[in-house]
């Protein structure tokens, strides 16, 4: 059987000229050629950094994004220049490794927490394969699991490191933006429920028949939220909204954030955790890096109490474990969020 470092697309793309039909998405599931919008049709940004608007506007304005689409770029993030570059440096220099000192470097943690797989994490059951390698791996700000992930490019654990913490912050500012828009308490999500954040590199090679491939399928996050980097002029990643597929065009220093399905559960349905997919292209690679912001694994996913207004207003979900819901999630997808939700008559009506 092929190892892992010969399976890796980043092995043997380079001698095809067409893909190979294990990579052949069913025709529903292709990128098509009709799938371009109107460039008005985009996701909102929300300017951080913006001192002439107050809180409260900046709090409205992402908790509308959040509601309608479930997907917005933030600017003025305060999250160095250098920084971003360095991250997605460091990640390009990965990419460029043998890829043996690739699934080397990602394969010291023996309980296996950091990873290195093709196509998605269940490569063996996929049918059909997307075209992408990637990388993950814990990131707790405690620094603990450092010393599982790799220590090649040299900077790696020192920029990964900074990047991530970064991230953190960001991440809590913008969950306090949604906590309050929604009425919670600021600190909600400061605690458990961002407790064990992972980090998640990948890597699309060019590929030789892009409408035929995806990179990534069809997803929702299983994340409370996901801030994701994409690197610059290179286009991939699509939103689903009304039957539309939205491209999700870089724009310079921004990230890309989403909402999971953990916040749209918690949210009791409010905000979206979109529909979205990456899909390839014939010229240039593309890397982009996501930070999920994750739970505890005993950690209970329920709607917050204090939305359900004291019982008057039902919750549109079960309760449930977070470690259960991602073995669920990953053994029912796509039908787990329906099994998820409350069957109440006449009540609170599905989205
Ligand atoms: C993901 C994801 C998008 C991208 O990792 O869940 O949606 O652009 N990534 O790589
Ligand atoms: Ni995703």
Redesign the pocket.
């Known amino acids: 059987m092929e190892s892992l470092d010969q399976r890796l697309v980043s092995s043997w793309f380079h001698g095809h000229s067409s893909v190979p039909p294990t990579y052949v998405q069913p025709l529903e599931s292709r990128p098509g050629c009709r799938f371009m919008s109107p460039s008005c049709m985009s996701i909102p940004v929300i300017d951080l950094g913006d001192r002439h608007n107050d809180r409260a506007d900046t709090i409205k304005h992402i908790l509308k994004a959040s509601e309608q689409y479930g997907f917005f770029q933030v600017i003025n993030h305060r999250v160095s220049k250098d920084l971003v570059e360095e991250t997605l440096n460091v990640f390009k220099e990965f990419r460029a490794m043998p890829p043996k000192e690739k699934v080397n470097e990602c394969s010291k943690d023996p309980i296996g927490r950091c990873k290195m797989y093709t196509s998605s994490e269940n490569y063996e059951k996929d049918a059909i394969k997307y075209w992408?390698d990637?990388l993950t791996h814990p990131c707790p700000p405690s620094g603990e699991y450092m010393q599982y992930w790799p220590d090649k490019p040299t900077k790696y654990r020192e920029v990964v490191g900074k990047y991530t913490q970064e991230m953190r912050k960001l991440g809590h500012e913008i969950l306090e933006l949604l906590s309050e828009g929604l009425g919670l308490d600021p600190s909600y999500f400061h605690g458990k429920l961002s407790k064990n954040p992972q980090v998640?590199q990948?890597h699309?090679p060019p590929c030789p028949e892009p409408s035929l491939t995806l990179?990534?399928a069809k997803?929702r996050?299983t994340s409370i939220i996901?801030i994701?980097l994409?690197e610059q002029d290179v286009q991939?990643?699509q939103v689903l909204k009304d039957g539309e597929w939205l491209r999700?065009d870089p724009i310079p220093n921004a990230f890309?954030v989403?909402i999971g399905l953990l916040l749209q559960v918690i949210s009791n349905g409010r905000l979206v955790g979109a529909e979205?997919?990456?899909v390839t292209n014939s010229t240039m690679a593309?890397t982009?890096v996501?930070y999920?912001i994750y739970p505890s694994l005993k950690t209970i996913i329920e709607p917050a109490q204090c939305l359900l207004n004291n019982g008057t207003t039902l919750p549109m979900y079960k309760s449930m474990p977070f470690g259960e819901f991602r073995t669920s999630f990953l053994a029912k997808f796509p039908k787990f969020e329906e099994e998820l939700r409350f069957k109440w008559k006449n009540v609170n009506d599905a989205r």
Do not use: P
């Open positions: 992408k990637s998640l990948h699309y990179g990534i997803h996050d996901t994701l994409q991939g990643l999700v890309v989403n979205h997919r990456v593309r982009s996501a999920f």
